[in-house]
């Protein structure tokens, strides 16, 4: 069997479409199509322009309404939450392909945190859980004991923990706060089963994470839902993966077979990205792909950040062209730190802050601080063009 061979932009372009960047955006199937689609959504406390769940199909779609996004995720049972890549949104259809990881942290017995009374807490919230319906940790009796975020009370402790064991699942958060129910409530009876092999379970996955890449090395596809590596070689020969080379990739690769069928055609959308975004959350793939290194500097201390706090990438013509760190000072959006990886991406860069401002409510957008005098210049002169 000759192995197929890809060069760079072919590989680039695999990679755009499968996540959803290039061609019409699908309107009709929404906000849950770019979930199924993906496979996962990751969810993070951040939020500037809107937290990251939200900010993923509004790169894809544009401008839908917020609580549209969530109505979307928590409703109709169309949604759970669970540790993926990391805690993500992810399809109902999914839940029976986490047995295997429900069924690791079951023999690990406890994770982060452990419990005075593991047996009299746990059975304490479920008893709540099954006569008084869904719940917050708050009305469960509390989150914390009084002290930092990690002090976490005895409740809180239990609840999820039997969230990890699959005990206890979430499909909905109000106001952020994680909603806790019983799965045979909030899980459909034809996917409430944890019979499922870990091999079936990996080989599901595996191929999963296949098809929302396009392509993609062993870690690439193994780190989309955080298997091990060991766990991908054992089933990727039976996930339907072809094998292919990449120009420039040390390393052997992976494709969807769907994703090789046709070439990807279609206008490449422009758009702002979360750091969080599953096109750039895995920064060595990032840079290997766009010859884009980006670091999220919200955890480093202010005086080292380069790029800002919670710098977007800058997407554009299917390349990586630029960041910029927002933020919202009453009807403006300011762009605290900006950058350019060539003069002509200032007036996409212009494009992409003119849309942004305008779905989180803002009239105005103004450039605080550039790279250089001359980018701030270029994109502030594209701005007043636009009339933003």
Same mark, same amino acid.
């Given at each position: 069997?000759?192995?197929?061979?890809?060069?760079? *932009?072919? !590989?680039?372009?695999?990679?755009?479409?499968?996540?959803?960047? &290039?061609?019409?955006?699908?309107?009709?199937?929404? /906000?849950?199509? /770019?979930?199924?689609?993906?496979?996962?959504?990751?969810?993070?406390?951040?939020?500037?322009?809107?937290?990251?769940?939200?900010?993923?199909? +509004?790169?894809?779609?544009?401008?839908?309404?917020?609580?549209?996004?969530? %109505? !979307?995720?928590?409703?109709?049972?169309?949604?759970?939450? +669970?540790?993926?890549?990391?805690?993500?949104?992810?399809?109902?259809?999914?839940?029976?392909?986490?047995?295997?990881?429900?069924?690791? $942290?079951?023999?690990?017995? +406890?994770?982060?945190?452990?419990?005075?009374?593991?047996?009299?807490?746990?059975r304490l919230v479920?008893?709540?859980?099954?006569?008084?319906?869904?719940?917050?940790?708050?009305?469960?009796?509390?989150? $914390?004991?009084?002290?930092?975020?990690?002090?976490?009370?005895? @409740?809180?402790?239990?609840?999820?923990?039997?969230?990890?064991?699959g005990d206890v /699942?979430?499909?909905?958060?109000?106001?952020?706060?994680?909603?806790? *129910?019983?799965?045979?409530?909030?899980?459909?009876?034809?996917? #409430?089963?944890?019979?499922?092999?870990?091999?079936?379970?990996?080989?599901?996955?595996?191929?999963?994470?296949?098809?929302?890449?396009?392509?993609?090395?062993?870690?690439?596809?193994? *780190? +989309?839902?955080?298997?091990k590596g060991e766990?991908?070689?054992?089933? =990727?020969?039976?996930?339907?993966?072809?094998?292919?080379? &990449?120009?420039?990739?040390?390393?052997?690769?992976?494709?969807?077979?769907?994703?090789?069928?046709?070439?990807?055609?279609?206008?490449?959308?422009?758009?702002?990205?979360?750091?969080?975004?599953?096109? =750039?959350?895995?920064?060595?793939?990032?840079?290997?792909?766009?010859?884009?290194?980006?670091?999220?500097?919200?955890?480093?201390? $202010?005086?080292?950040?380069?790029?800002?706090?919670?710098?977007?990438?800058? #997407?554009?013509?299917?390349?990586?062209?630029?960041?910029?760190?927002?933020?919202?000072?009453?009807? @403006?959006? &300011?762009?605290?730190?900006?950058?350019?990886? @060539?003069?002509?991406?200032?007036?996409?860069?212009?494009?992409?802050?003119?849309? !942004?401002?305008?779905?989180?409510?803002?009239? %105005? =957008?103004?450039?605080?601080?550039?790279?250089?005098?001359?980018?701030?210049?270029?994109?502030?002169?594209?701005?007043? #063009?636009?009339?933003?």
């Amino acid at each position: 069997m000759t192995l197929i061979s890809l060069s760079a *932009d072919e !590989a680039r372009r695999i990679a755009l479409r499968a996540q959803g960047f &290039v061609g019409a955006p699908d309107r009709k199937a929404g /906000v849950r199509g /770019v979930l199924r689609h993906l496979g996962a959504v990751q969810l993070d406390t951040i939020s500037v322009l809107a937290r990251s769940h939200e900010l993923i199909p +509004y790169a894809r779609l544009g401008a839908v309404g917020r609580q549209a996004v969530e %109505a !979307a995720y928590w409703s109709d049972r169309h949604a759970f939450e +669970y540790w993926s890549h990391a805690a993500c949104i992810l399809p109902i259809e999914e839940w029976p392909h986490f047995a295997f990881r429900r069924r690791i $942290k079951r023999a690990h017995g +406890y994770r982060w945190h452990k419990m005075k009374d593991k047996e009299g807490s746990c059975r304490l919230v479920l008893d709540r859980l099954r006569a008084e319906g869904p719940l917050t940790s708050t009305e469960l009796g509390g989150a $914390k004991n009084g002290g930092p975020w990690w002090d976490w009370s005895e @409740t809180k402790i239990a609840v999820e923990w039997l969230l990890d064991a699959g005990d206890v /699942v979430v499909t909905e958060r109000r106001g952020w706060k994680r909603v806790y *129910d019983l799965p045979e409530r909030a899980v459909p009876d034809a996917l #409430l089963h944890d019979d499922l092999e870990d091999r079936e379970c990996l080989r599901r996955l595996v191929a999963l994470a296949g098809r929302s890449l396009g392509v993609g090395t062993r870690a690439d596809i193994a *780190d +989309y839902h955080r298997l091990k590596g060991e766990q991908f070689d054992a089933v =990727v020969e039976d996930s339907g993966l072809v094998p292919v080379t &990449v120009e420039g990739w040390a390393k052997p690769a992976w494709a969807d077979p769907v994703a090789l069928a046709t070439a990807p055609r279609g206008r490449h959308r422009t758009t702002l990205l979360s750091p969080f975004d599953s096109l =750039v959350w895995d920064r060595p793939r990032t840079e290997r792909i766009f010859d884009f290194a980006h670091r999220l500097e919200a955890y480093v201390p $202010k005086p080292r950040r380069i790029h800002g706090y919670f710098a977007m990438p800058l #997407l554009t013509g299917g390349r990586l062209q630029g960041r910029v760190d927002p933020a919202r000072e009453g009807t @403006t959006l &300011v762009a605290r730190q900006l950058s350019l990886t @060539t003069p002509k991406a200032a007036a996409p860069m212009a494009a992409a802050l003119r849309e !942004a401002a305008q779905w989180v409510g803002c009239d %105005a =957008v103004r450039v605080e601080r550039a790279q250089s005098a001359a980018e701030a210049a270029a994109v502030t002169a594209e701005l007043a #063009l636009l009339g933003a």
